[in-house]
């Protein structure tokens, strides 16, 4: 029990540490804009690359992803939606154009006021992402494979 609870410990600790270091490399004002900006977050979890800083967390049951760059300013947001929520040209362009593709995931993407959308289709191997604009616009993503 003794072995136990010292692994358990040192886990903790590791943990802990790794998770410290992280917290220092988040500036406060980022810190301080996402807590203003989403103030009902829960299980919030960050990570910090160069250019910017991604928070992943939970509001209203939902998850959502908000970017925010070096300065603390909101770049952008993005959440899981639903296939049926595009715009009805879309779904019906997608479904004549890609007919023999699944829907494996939706998002929403926010980017200062802009919102489209990112659909991932397959078909066996062949997978394609497309972007829709709010106003049902369907493209091939650019840097998807063709």
């Known amino acids: 029990m003794k072995k136990f609870f010292i692994a358990a410990l040192l886990t903790v600790a590791v943990a802990g540490s790794a998770f410290a ?3 220092a490399k ?15 977050a829960q299980n919030i ?9 991604k928070f992943t967390f939970l509001l ?8 925010y760059s070096a300065d603390g300013e909101l770049i952008a947001t993005s ?10 040209a879309a779904i019906q362009q997608i479904k004549k154009q890609y007919a023999s593709y699944k829907v ?4 929403e993407f926010d980017q200062d006021g802009d919102r489209s959308y990112y659909v991932s ?6 997978k394609k992402i497309l972007q829709v604009s709010l106003y049902g616009n369907v493209t091939l993503y650019q840097g998807a494979k063709k």
């Open 121 to 126: 289709l397959a078909d066996g191997n062949k």
């Open 60 to 67: 209203d049951d939902q998850k959502v992803e908000a970017f």
């Open 45 to 53: 979890e960050w990570a910090v690359r160069d250019t910017y800083t």
């Open 21 to 23: 270091a992280d917290v």
């Open 79 to 88: 959440r899981k939606s639903e296939f049926n929520k595009l715009p009805l």
């Open 104 to 107: 494996e995931e939706t998002i």
């Open 26 to 40: 988040l500036s406060s004002k980022v810190k301080n804009n996402f807590d203003a900006q989403f103030s009902g």
